[in-house]
Structure formats: C-alpha cells, structure tokens
C-alpha cells in the first residue's frame, strides 16, 4: 500500500527514483504501523531498489529501511554494508546484528557500487524466528537452512520483528531514540511493503516491472 511520507524529502527525480545526500533526506511511513496491516507474527515482504556507493561507514551507517518503536527502539533496520565487504546489513529486535547478508562468494556481491540493485526480505507466517527469503535481483540468494538464529551464518536470515500497533517507519534513515540518523546517502526507486510473503515468481514480476527502468 502507499502511505503518507513527508519530511525533509529527498530530491524527485524523473527517472522515477529519489536522491538523498547522505545528511538529513527521508521518508517516513509510520502509518504502517498499524493492525490492518503488520502485527508480531505475520508474514510480510519488503521489496525495493536502490543504488549507493558509500563504502566508508559502519556496517548500519546507510540506512535503507527502518522500523523502530514509538519511542525509537529498534524493530528492524535493513541496509548496504557501509563498508567493502560485500552483502548487506539486517538486525531486528528478537536478533543480533547481521552482516553479510546475501553476500554470495566468488565474486562476493556488493550492494554498494553505484549500480542499481532490487532487493527483496520475505518472511512466511509464525512467531517465533521464522526462515526469510532474501533476494537479490529477482533471485534468490539465502539457503535453505533450519539452523538457529543468530549463528553468523550469511547465507540464512532468521527474522522475528516485534512489529507494534503505534510506532515508526522510514525510508532511508533509522531512528537512535528521538533523533533521526544513518542517512542513507544514494538513490532510492521504488519501495513495497506487503503483509504476505511473495512468492518467487511475484518476486521475479516486480523485478521485470522496473529492471529496464534502472539499466538491468
């Protein structure tokens, strides 16, 4: 669906993509909050395109998507590695820190060389920590695993979110308290949250939808 989000707005673009310089564009979307669409527990699917070359920042220093309690404590941050070794960041509040995520190896894929990329988070039904699908370019990219949360391991993501009724959401920053911070510092296109897991084939659909857009 498609929420109100205003704040300081990144500069539009024509080709269809925001730019943010990295010190204080966002968008928020905190009506997303909200029972009709996220509860603790259900599936959901964040799926969006992005294009960065910000290699010299923490590991969560480029926020891409974030979603954090009424009072800022962290729910979900999802972002670029903000440095050169490859993958991407993700850490919810049931989960440690995660880096590396679809990293790949031989070649390691990078989130952060100024190309376009389409990546996608999809998370089945359950509470408890729940296997999630992560997608790079309208493929696949995680292993199927069964192992246990928080292992270090890269090529699964084990996600259990505490998304609340009354809380916050934004696009290209994350929330440290009352304070809005890791800007994210790039383009960003277009961006899709769903209270369903898609499937691998919608997935792939949304990648065709724009690859030709955004030069793949």
């Keep these: 669906g498609h929420f109100p989000a205003t704040t300081n707005i990144p500069t539009w673009n024509t080709g269809g993509y925001f730019t943010s310089d990295g010190s204080d564009d966002y968008l928020r979307m905190d009506q997303i909050h909200n029972s009709k669409y996220l509860t603790p527990g259900c599936a959901w699917t964040i799926d969006g395109w992005f294009k960065t070359n910000i290699t010299n920042a923490n590991p969560h220093g ?17 972002s670029a590695m ?42 089945p039904q359950g509470l408890g920590f729940q296997e999630t699908l992560v997608y790079r370019n309208g493929t696949q990219v995680s292993a199927a695993c069964s192992g246990e949360p928080g292992a270090g391991r890269t090529d699964v993501l084990m996600t259990d979110p505490t998304f609340e009724s009354r809380g916050l959401a934004s696009i290209g920053q994350e929330w440290d308290g009352a304070n809005a911070s890791d800007f994210f510092n790039g383009s960003i296109g277009p961006v899709s949250i769903y209270n369903k897991q ?7 659909d949304n990648h065709n939808a724009y690859k030709t857009r955004f030069g793949l």
């Design 198 to 204: 898609l499937s691998a084939s919608e997935v792939l």
């Design 82 to 123: 903000g440095n050169t070794s490859g993958g991407m960041f993700y850490d919810d509040d049931k989960g440690g820190d995660t880096d590396g995520i679809a990293g790949g190896s031989n070649p390691v894929y990078q989130y952060n060389n100024n190309t376009w990329v389409h990546v996608t988070l999809a998370r």
């Design 62 to 78: 480029n926020i891409f998507i974030s979603f954090h309690t009424y009072s800022g404590g962290n729910i979900l941050r999802w």
